[in-house]
């Protein structure tokens, strides 16, 4: 049989990189790989399906899956995940804490990133600042005129303006004109260090490190999609798929803990992979559904009480039925 000829536009990642690089394979496929932006990605996935395998927002899957019309069927190659109490930065002459942001402007490049599902969440339910307290205004970070990916209806009471013609959404903050601004990228204020312009939480990983301790959750954000016309014709595929992105990810835990020369341009790396471990356990970033099904079905519930998904979806929806179990020798 020969093998499908198929593009595959990920990240690139460390548990990524042996996939890149042609170190593991997937089985039956002879890829063709583009690392890519994620907001690329997602953009030319749900505009065009422009690839056969990709990542994909968590959020935008979900908004596609509940409407019926998503071009890809998911694989929980859960590729993106990270923790959003860093994703909340604000003005620091303003907001002191996170019951200030109510009744205040907050930017974001746009309102369904999986990001600010994750944050709008953990403000709601850890301190009571709930979507409809908040005016969001929607626009490009850096560069103006940003739009969403995906057409949404928010609840009433929930209210979504655009910035001003012309205007970033770091602009705006600079001058004052909103108060705080929720993404997965920091604005270059931050990065530059602007004395007024800080995370919301002065100390986000000890933030975070008890918001795990209490829910167990490390946010999903990314899974990968295969397109589901490849699907119908080749349902071995995405079984294959899953496989192969573990091996990628184990590859990339491997070299991690090998410390005899760190693999990634930062000191104390051993120290953080034993941290991470001690309180997140040995399979800290864990594919597959029934390990992270609690997780998704939380993530689901927030999703279409946020308004973004017009019903509510179930977990085993979004999967293929194959990469529910996998083979082990």
Request: a neutral charge.
């Amino acid at each position: 049989m020969a093998r499908l000829n198929l593009s595959v536009a990920v990240g690139n990642y460390d548990r990524t990189r042996a996939l890149v690089d042609g170190s593991v394979l997937i089985d039956g496929v002879d890829p063709v790989y583009m690392t890519l932006a994620p907001e690329e990605i997602f953009f030319r996935a749900f505009r065009a399906a422009e690839f056969d395998i990709c990542e994909l927002s968590l959020s935008s899957y979900t908004v596609k899956t509940a409407r019926g019309d998503c071009p890809y069927v998911a694989v929980p190659a859960f590729v993106s995940r990270a923790f959003r109490h860093t994703a909340i930065y604000v003005r620091t002459d303003r907001i002191k804490k996170p019951a200030d942001l109510k009744g205040r402007k907050v930017g974001v490049p746009e309102y369904q990133l999986t990001a600010n599902v994750w944050a709008r969440a953990l403000l709601d339910d850890d301190y009571g600042v709930k979507p409809a307290d908040i005016r969001w205004i929607r626009g490009g970070i850096e560069e103006p005129g940003r739009p969403e990916k995906l057409a949404i209806e928010l609840p009433p009471g929930v209210r979504l303006d655009d910035a001003p013609a012309g205007a970033t959404i770091s602009a705006l903050l600079e001058r004052g004109d909103i108060d705080g601004f929720i993404a997965p990228r920091p604005p270059t204020l931050f990065e530059r260090g602007h004395p007024q312009i800080g995370w919301l939480f002065s100390d986000p990983v000890a933030v975070a490190k008890d918001y795990f301790k209490r829910t167990g959750f490390f946010p999903i954000m990314h899974v990968v999609g295969v397109r589901r016309e490849l699907v119908r014709r080749h349902p071995w595929l995405p079984g294959a798929v899953l496989k192969a992105f573990e091996e990628a990810k184990q590859a990339g835990l491997k070299k991690l803990a090998d410390t005899s020369a760190t693999k990634v341009t930062l000191p104390f790396v051993e120290e953080a992979l034993k941290d991470a471990r001690a309180l997140m356990g040995e399979d800290f970033w864990s594919y597959g559904v029934e390990k992270n099904r609690k997780l998704l079905d939380y993530f689901l519930g927030q999703h279409h009480a946020q308004g973004l998904s017009p019903r509510r979806v179930v977990v085993d929806e979004m999967f293929h039925p194959a990469t529910y179990e996998t083979f082990k020798v």
